[in-house]
């Protein structure tokens, strides 16, 4: 009673604004938008290889368990994955590599949560350049891998796993189901990595990656049947890379414009409407950055 005695009367001298006071948690600060010093760590490269790796087992397993379940259903109906299974096989591989890499890379596996970061200002832009370069190569090498197990010629006749707007579908409503999918996840990313409730939390660190595997199958779910699910640029570009048909190529954009689109509004939304603003603004000291630089 006399500790909480006088833990009222220290909020009524210094006010209810004490930082100190008012809060079990501190927000980190925001990263460099630019750190030439960053170039030369070992981590950062460490975190490059962990990014292409995980890519390219992301796309492998995924767009195998696609062309897998196209050709046991024309040799035997109903007896493939099916779209549950599918999105579980998406899902779950992305559960798996974030709980692999998250303490390497941060675990994002897709250009869309690397921007989303970005914007907040979780890291520098040459890492992000850096991990959505092997995000795609990474993913270009998984559907490589794909095509070389099931064959050209079955991989061409099932698509390659090339995301396209559906018949029946708008480009403009395949554009918004991918921003909508993308939004999902990484509001969902945010959401689990948000220092004041990892402070408060303690689950929610483990189920980190349990979560952000359930927004990958909840996302597919819904978008498998208008674009097929991209949510994932890098995903998108490595099978349109090696599928390499002009319907996918034509389509592309939507499946880089969608996911952009909807990583900048989850960013919106968790840090400045949820949080307040509570995470550093995105904005950038030319100043003291180009000192950085040498400039």
């Not at 699910?229 to 499946?255: D, H, M």
């Amino acid at each position: 009673m006399a500790g909480a005695a006088q833990g009222k009367q220290s909020r009524e001298a210094h006010g209810n604004n004490d930082i100190s006071v008012t809060k079990d948690y501190l927000d980190p600060p925001a990263v460099r938008l630019f750190d030439a010093g960053e170039l030369g760590q070992w981590s950062l490269y460490r975190a490059i290889i962990s990014e292409f790796t995980a890519s390219l087992l992301f796309v492998y397993v995924s767009i195998a368990t696609v062309i897998g379940h196209k050709r046991q259903t024309d040799a035997e109906a109903c007896s493939g994955a099916g779209v549950l299974g599918i999105a579980w096989a998406f899902g779950g591989m992305i559960a798996v590599l974030v709980y692999c890499t998250a303490g390497i890379s941060g675990g994002h596996v897709n250009p869309a949560v690397t921007f989303g970061l970005l914007l907040a200002r979780k890291l520098s832009l040459p890492r992000a350049l850096l991990y959505t370069s092997a995000q795609c190569l990474g993913a270009i090498c998984g559907a490589a891998m794909v095509r070389a197990v099931h064959g050209a010629r079955y991989y061409e006749l099932y698509g390659g796993g090339a995301n396209e707007v559906s018949p029946g579908y708008s480009k403009a409503g395949g554009l918004l189901a991918e921003a909508a999918g993308t939004f999902v996840l990484v509001y969902t990313v945010f959401s689990a990595t948000d220092p004041k409730r990892m402070a408060r939390d303690t689950h929610v660190p483990v189920l980190a990656p349990l979560l952000i595997g359930f927004a990958v199958v909840v996302a597919h779910l819904a978008t498998i049947p208008v674009t097929g699910t991209g949510i994932n640029p890098a995903r998108s570009l490595g099978a349109a890379v090696v599928y390499n048909n002009s319907k996918a190529w034509s389509e592309q954009w939507i499946f880089w414009v969608g996911p952009f689109s909807g990583a900048a509004v989850a960013m919106a939304y968790h840090q400045y409407i949820l949080r307040g603003g509570a995470a550093a603004k995105p904005h950038f000291n030319f100043d003291n950055g180009f000192r950085r630089l040498g400039c």
